[in-house]
Protein backbone atom coordinates (compact mmCIF):
# COMPACT_ATOMS: atom_id res chain seq x y z
CA UNK A 1 0.00 0.00 0.00
CA UNK A 2 2.29 2.17 -1.22
CA UNK A 3 2.72 5.26 -4.17
CA UNK A 4 5.89 7.67 -5.06
CA UNK A 5 4.76 10.64 -7.77
CA UNK A 6 6.97 13.14 -8.80
CA UNK A 7 5.43 16.55 -9.87
CA UNK A 8 7.42 19.65 -10.76
CA UNK A 9 6.13 23.21 -9.96
CA UNK A 10 4.56 25.92 -12.34
CA UNK A 11 4.53 29.48 -12.79
CA UNK A 12 1.61 31.65 -13.62
CA UNK A 13 1.33 33.46 -16.75
CA UNK A 14 -2.37 34.94 -16.23
CA UNK A 15 -3.13 34.01 -12.30
CA UNK A 16 -5.13 32.99 -10.25
CA UNK A 17 -5.95 35.17 -7.64
CA UNK A 18 -9.58 34.99 -5.58
CA UNK A 19 -11.55 32.01 -4.76
CA UNK A 20 -15.57 31.60 -5.68
CA UNK A 21 -16.32 29.15 -3.28
CA UNK A 22 -13.67 28.84 -0.61
CA UNK A 23 -15.27 25.63 0.87
CA UNK A 24 -14.54 23.52 -1.92
CA UNK A 25 -11.37 25.68 -3.17
CA UNK A 26 -12.92 26.93 -6.62
CA UNK A 27 -11.06 29.82 -7.99
CA UNK A 28 -13.19 32.67 -9.14
CA UNK A 29 -10.73 33.30 -12.43
CA UNK A 30 -9.21 30.88 -15.07
CA UNK A 31 -5.57 30.80 -15.49
CA UNK A 32 -2.76 29.52 -18.09
CA UNK A 33 0.66 28.59 -16.42
CA UNK A 34 3.73 26.68 -17.71
CA UNK A 35 4.88 23.51 -16.26
CA UNK A 36 8.87 23.79 -15.06
CA UNK A 37 10.94 20.86 -15.86
CA UNK A 38 14.36 21.08 -13.17
CA UNK A 39 12.34 21.81 -10.13
CA UNK A 40 10.68 19.04 -8.59
CA UNK A 41 8.65 17.35 -5.74
CA UNK A 42 9.18 13.30 -4.80
CA UNK A 43 6.05 12.49 -2.36
CA UNK A 44 5.77 8.83 -0.48
CA UNK A 45 2.78 7.79 0.72
CA UNK A 46 2.49 4.49 2.74
CA UNK A 47 -0.61 3.50 4.02
CA UNK A 48 0.01 1.00 7.33
CA UNK A 49 -2.53 -0.14 9.76
CA UNK A 50 0.13 -0.26 12.33
CA UNK A 51 0.24 3.69 12.52
CA UNK A 52 -1.47 5.59 15.32
CA UNK A 53 -1.09 8.92 13.54
CA UNK A 54 -0.71 10.35 9.82
CA UNK A 55 3.23 11.30 10.00
CA UNK A 56 4.44 14.07 7.38
CA UNK A 57 8.29 14.60 6.94
CA UNK A 58 9.22 16.99 4.37
CA UNK A 59 13.17 16.76 3.11
CA UNK A 60 13.83 14.45 6.27
CA UNK A 61 11.99 16.58 8.98
CA UNK A 62 8.71 16.46 10.48
CA UNK A 63 6.43 19.24 8.96
CA UNK A 64 3.21 19.42 11.45
CA UNK A 65 2.44 22.47 9.75
CA UNK A 66 1.43 21.27 6.66
CA UNK A 67 0.12 17.82 7.77
CA UNK A 68 -3.69 18.89 8.07
CA UNK A 69 -3.80 20.04 4.58
CA UNK A 70 -2.19 16.81 3.26
CA UNK A 71 -4.70 14.69 5.60
CA UNK A 72 -7.35 16.76 4.07
CA UNK A 73 -5.81 15.52 0.31
CA UNK A 74 -5.81 12.03 1.55
CA UNK A 75 -8.79 12.13 2.54
CA UNK A 76 -10.85 13.61 -0.31
CA UNK A 77 -8.31 11.20 -2.54
CA UNK A 78 -8.68 7.58 -0.38
CA UNK A 79 -11.73 8.37 1.96
CA UNK A 80 -11.95 9.05 5.49
CA UNK A 81 -11.97 5.45 6.68
CA UNK A 82 -8.37 4.86 5.41
CA UNK A 83 -5.06 3.41 7.65
CA UNK A 84 -3.14 5.91 8.49
CA UNK A 85 0.16 7.48 6.56
CA UNK A 86 3.48 7.90 6.54
CA UNK A 87 4.32 10.76 3.99
CA UNK A 88 7.75 11.79 3.02
CA UNK A 89 8.61 14.70 0.65
CA UNK A 90 11.97 15.47 -0.81
CA UNK A 91 11.94 19.20 -2.45
CA UNK A 92 14.52 20.65 -4.79
CA UNK A 93 13.82 24.32 -4.28
CA UNK A 94 13.04 26.37 -1.26
CA UNK A 95 9.27 25.71 -0.17
CA UNK A 96 6.92 28.53 0.63
CA UNK A 97 8.70 31.28 -0.76
CA UNK A 98 6.33 31.65 -3.58
CA UNK A 99 7.93 29.24 -6.06
CA UNK A 100 4.92 27.05 -6.06
CA UNK A 101 5.75 24.42 -3.93
CA UNK A 102 2.36 23.92 -2.55
CA UNK A 103 0.98 23.25 -6.69
CA UNK A 104 4.17 20.50 -7.08
CA UNK A 105 3.60 18.78 -3.52
CA UNK A 106 -0.39 18.67 -3.85
CA UNK A 107 -0.01 17.45 -7.14
CA UNK A 108 2.53 14.87 -6.40
CA UNK A 109 0.84 13.47 -2.80
CA UNK A 110 -2.79 13.00 -5.05
CA UNK A 111 -0.76 10.93 -7.82
CA UNK A 112 0.82 8.77 -4.97
CA UNK A 113 -1.71 8.75 -2.48
CA UNK A 114 -4.12 7.27 -5.42
CA UNK A 115 -1.53 4.62 -6.15
CA UNK A 116 -0.90 3.55 -2.38
CA UNK A 117 -4.85 3.01 -2.09
CA UNK A 118 -4.95 1.46 -5.46
CA UNK A 119 -6.72 3.25 -7.53
CA UNK A 120 -7.01 3.90 -10.96
CA UNK A 121 -8.19 7.72 -11.36
CA UNK A 122 -8.16 9.69 -14.76
CA UNK A 123 -6.10 12.36 -14.84
CA UNK A 124 -8.94 14.90 -15.08
CA UNK A 125 -10.46 13.35 -11.27
CA UNK A 126 -6.54 13.64 -9.90
CA UNK A 127 -6.19 16.73 -11.10
CA UNK A 128 -9.81 17.94 -9.69
CA UNK A 129 -8.59 16.16 -6.25
CA UNK A 130 -5.27 18.15 -6.45
CA UNK A 131 -7.01 21.48 -6.67
CA UNK A 132 -9.35 21.40 -4.15
CA UNK A 133 -5.95 21.25 -1.77
CA UNK A 134 -4.28 23.93 -3.44
CA UNK A 135 -5.68 25.24 -6.73
CA UNK A 136 -2.92 25.84 -8.55
CA UNK A 137 -2.01 22.27 -7.43
CA UNK A 138 -3.90 21.35 -10.55
CA UNK A 139 -2.72 22.89 -12.87
CA UNK A 140 0.70 20.68 -12.02
CA UNK A 141 -1.10 17.68 -13.78
CA UNK A 142 -0.39 18.67 -17.02
CA UNK A 143 2.60 19.57 -18.89
CA UNK A 144 3.53 22.50 -20.99
CA UNK A 145 1.31 25.43 -21.23
CA UNK A 146 -1.72 24.93 -19.29
CA UNK A 147 -4.76 25.97 -18.94
CA UNK A 148 -7.36 25.73 -15.84
CA UNK A 149 -11.04 26.56 -17.32
CA UNK A 150 -13.25 27.90 -14.62
CA UNK A 151 -16.36 25.14 -15.26
CA UNK A 152 -19.94 26.11 -14.36
CA UNK A 153 -19.69 23.86 -11.21
CA UNK A 154 -15.96 22.90 -10.97
CA UNK A 155 -12.54 23.55 -13.09
CA UNK A 156 -10.61 21.32 -15.79
CA UNK A 157 -7.14 21.55 -17.16
CA UNK A 158 -5.62 21.08 -20.55
CA UNK A 159 -2.28 21.40 -21.87
CA UNK A 160 -2.83 24.19 -24.93
CA UNK A 161 1.07 23.97 -26.20
CA UNK A 162 3.74 21.31 -25.26
CA UNK A 163 6.68 21.75 -23.44
CA UNK A 164 8.44 21.10 -27.30
CA UNK A 165 5.97 23.05 -28.95
CA UNK A 166 7.35 26.40 -27.80
CA UNK A 167 10.36 25.42 -25.48
CA UNK A 168 11.17 28.58 -23.40
CA UNK A 169 12.99 28.76 -20.27
CA UNK A 170 12.39 30.35 -16.90
CA UNK A 171 15.38 32.09 -14.58
CA UNK A 172 14.33 32.25 -11.30
CA UNK A 173 16.30 34.75 -9.14
CA UNK A 174 16.11 34.18 -5.70
CA UNK A 175 16.16 37.13 -3.43
CA UNK A 176 14.72 35.77 -0.28
CA UNK A 177 14.64 32.68 1.36
CA UNK A 178 12.94 32.34 4.12
CA UNK A 179 8.68 31.36 4.23
CA UNK A 180 6.13 33.95 2.79
CA UNK A 181 4.21 36.66 6.03
CA UNK A 182 1.12 35.98 4.74
CA UNK A 183 -0.01 32.38 2.61
CA UNK A 184 -1.91 33.09 -0.70
CA UNK A 185 -5.06 31.24 0.53
CA UNK A 186 -5.61 34.19 3.37
CA UNK A 187 -4.15 36.95 0.70
CA UNK A 188 -6.80 35.76 -1.53
CA UNK A 189 -9.82 36.18 0.81
CA UNK A 190 -8.20 39.34 2.27
CA UNK A 191 -8.16 41.05 -1.58
CA UNK A 192 -11.85 39.94 -2.21
CA UNK A 193 -13.09 40.83 0.90
CA UNK A 194 -11.10 44.61 1.13
CA UNK A 195 -9.68 45.66 -2.59
CA UNK A 196 -11.36 48.07 -4.48
CA UNK A 197 -9.41 46.50 -7.28
CA UNK A 198 -10.99 42.66 -6.70
CA UNK A 199 -13.74 42.66 -8.99
CA UNK A 200 -12.41 44.73 -11.94
CA UNK A 201 -9.64 41.61 -11.93
CA UNK A 202 -11.95 39.20 -11.96
CA UNK A 203 -14.01 40.47 -15.41
CA UNK A 204 -10.77 41.13 -17.23
CA UNK A 205 -9.36 38.15 -16.53
CA UNK A 206 -11.26 36.36 -19.45
CA UNK A 207 -10.01 38.95 -21.91
CA UNK A 208 -6.40 38.28 -20.79
CA UNK A 209 -6.53 34.45 -21.10
CA UNK A 210 -7.75 35.19 -24.36
CA UNK A 211 -5.07 36.92 -25.36
CA UNK A 212 -2.83 34.82 -23.95
CA UNK A 213 -4.14 32.00 -25.33
CA UNK A 214 -3.97 33.68 -28.97
CA UNK A 215 -0.39 34.53 -28.34
CA UNK A 216 0.97 31.35 -27.20
CA UNK A 217 -1.25 29.51 -30.61
CA UNK A 218 1.00 32.15 -32.82
CA UNK A 219 4.38 31.59 -30.49
CA UNK A 220 4.00 35.63 -30.14
CA UNK A 221 6.47 36.43 -27.71
CA UNK A 222 6.12 39.91 -27.25
CA UNK A 223 2.21 39.44 -27.07
CA UNK A 224 2.68 37.46 -24.31
CA UNK A 225 5.32 39.25 -22.03
CA UNK A 226 2.86 42.27 -22.61
CA UNK A 227 0.37 40.05 -21.33
CA UNK A 228 1.85 38.30 -18.55
CA UNK A 229 3.48 40.95 -16.81
CA UNK A 230 0.31 43.52 -17.41
CA UNK A 231 -1.79 40.45 -15.43
CA UNK A 232 0.97 39.94 -12.82
CA UNK A 233 1.03 43.52 -11.97
CA UNK A 234 -2.69 43.92 -11.60
CA UNK A 235 -2.98 40.81 -9.19
CA UNK A 236 -0.24 42.85 -7.08
CA UNK A 237 -2.19 45.66 -7.34
CA UNK A 238 -4.97 44.31 -5.81
CA UNK A 239 -2.55 43.33 -3.34
CA UNK A 240 -1.66 46.52 -2.58
CA UNK A 241 -5.05 48.42 -2.28
CA UNK A 242 -5.87 45.56 0.37
CA UNK A 243 -6.85 46.23 3.74
CA UNK A 244 -4.17 45.43 5.43
CA UNK A 245 -2.04 46.43 2.53
CA UNK A 246 0.08 43.25 1.29
CA UNK A 247 3.59 43.62 -0.34
CA UNK A 248 5.37 40.33 -1.05
CA UNK A 249 8.07 42.71 -2.99
CA UNK A 250 11.26 43.54 -1.61
CA UNK A 251 13.96 46.05 -2.53
CA UNK A 252 15.64 43.46 -4.89
CA UNK A 253 12.33 42.20 -6.22
CA UNK A 254 12.27 45.72 -8.06
CA UNK A 255 16.21 45.77 -8.96
CA UNK A 256 15.25 42.56 -11.14
CA UNK A 257 12.08 44.00 -12.70
CA UNK A 258 14.40 47.29 -13.45
CA UNK A 259 16.96 44.75 -15.13
CA UNK A 260 14.22 42.77 -17.24
CA UNK A 261 13.27 46.41 -18.61
CA UNK A 262 17.11 46.52 -19.30
CA UNK A 263 17.47 43.40 -21.03
CA UNK A 264 14.10 44.32 -23.06
CA UNK A 265 15.21 47.29 -24.14
CA UNK A 266 18.34 45.53 -25.67
CA UNK A 267 16.47 43.22 -27.69
CA UNK A 268 16.20 40.52 -25.21
CA UNK A 269 13.18 38.50 -25.97
CA UNK A 270 12.32 38.23 -21.60
CA UNK A 271 9.22 39.16 -19.53
CA UNK A 272 8.82 38.83 -15.76
CA UNK A 273 6.39 36.96 -13.47
CA UNK A 274 6.43 37.53 -9.73
CA UNK A 275 4.15 35.28 -7.43
CA UNK A 276 2.98 35.71 -3.74
CA UNK A 277 6.72 35.84 -2.82
CA UNK A 278 9.67 38.06 -3.87
CA UNK A 279 11.52 35.89 -6.12
CA UNK A 280 11.29 37.13 -9.72
CA UNK A 281 10.84 34.74 -12.61
CA UNK A 282 12.00 35.91 -15.58
CA UNK A 283 10.70 33.76 -18.91
CA UNK A 284 12.42 33.91 -21.98
CA UNK A 285 13.64 32.96 -25.29
CA UNK A 286 16.16 30.07 -24.97
CA UNK A 287 18.86 31.62 -27.20
CA UNK A 288 18.87 34.42 -24.51
CA UNK A 289 19.18 32.54 -21.31
CA UNK A 290 22.86 33.04 -20.59
CA UNK A 291 22.14 36.85 -21.03
CA UNK A 292 19.36 36.98 -18.62
CA UNK A 293 20.77 34.62 -16.08
CA UNK A 294 24.64 36.82 -16.09
CA UNK A 295 22.25 40.29 -15.64
CA UNK A 296 19.72 38.86 -12.80
CA UNK A 297 22.99 36.91 -10.94
CA UNK A 298 24.53 40.70 -11.62
CA UNK A 299 21.72 42.62 -9.38
CA UNK A 300 22.24 43.42 -6.26
CA UNK A 301 20.14 41.40 -3.72
CA UNK A 302 19.80 38.19 -5.86
CA UNK A 303 21.00 35.50 -3.59
CA UNK A 304 20.77 32.76 -6.15
CA UNK A 305 19.75 31.98 -9.61
CA UNK A 306 17.73 28.50 -10.51
CA UNK A 307 17.43 28.06 -14.56
CA UNK A 308 14.79 25.55 -15.59
CA UNK A 309 13.04 24.65 -18.93
CA UNK A 310 9.29 23.70 -19.45
CA UNK A 311 8.69 20.29 -18.27
CA UNK A 312 5.58 17.33 -18.20
CA UNK A 313 3.07 16.62 -16.01
CA UNK A 314 2.87 14.58 -12.19
CA UNK A 315 3.65 11.49 -12.72
CA UNK A 316 4.50 7.83 -10.64
CA UNK A 317 7.99 6.87 -9.93
CA UNK A 318 8.71 4.21 -12.20
CA UNK A 319 9.51 1.58 -9.41
CA UNK A 320 5.87 2.65 -7.77
C1 LIG B 1 0.02 33.75 -6.95
O1 LIG B 1 -2.70 27.65 -5.42
O2 LIG B 1 -1.24 28.47 -3.54
O3 LIG B 1 0.75 31.52 -7.34
O4 LIG B 1 -5.66 27.37 -3.73
O5 LIG B 1 -5.30 28.74 -1.70
O6 LIG B 1 -3.75 26.84 -2.19
P1 LIG B 1 -4.64 27.92 -2.76
O7 LIG B 1 -3.70 28.94 -3.52
P2 LIG B 1 -2.42 28.68 -4.40
O8 LIG B 1 -2.30 30.12 -5.10
C2 LIG B 1 -1.47 30.40 -6.17
C3 LIG B 1 -1.45 31.85 -6.41
C4 LIG B 1 -0.39 32.35 -7.37
C5 LIG B 1 -0.95 32.45 -8.79
C6 LIG B 1 -1.08 31.17 -9.56
O9 LIG B 1 -0.32 30.21 -9.34
O10 LIG B 1 -1.95 31.13 -10.45
Redesign the pocket.
Known amino acids: MQGTAIAQPNI?LI???GKRDVAR?LPAVG?I?ITLRELFTRMHVEFDHSLPADALQVNGAADDKMLPRIVDCLDRVVGADRPCARIASTCNFPIAAGL?S??SAFAAVTVAAARAAGRVLDVDTLATLAGRA????ARSLFGGFVELQNLEDDIRCRTIARADDWPLSVVVAITEKGPKAVG??EA?EISRQTSPFYSSWVEQQAHDLETARTAIAARDFEQLAAIAEHNCLK?HSIMWAARPPMVYWNAATMRCLQTVRQLQGQGIGVFFTI??GPQVKAVCLPEHVDDVEAALRATAGVTGIMTTGLGGGARLEDSS
Open positions: AKYWNSSASASGSASTMMDA
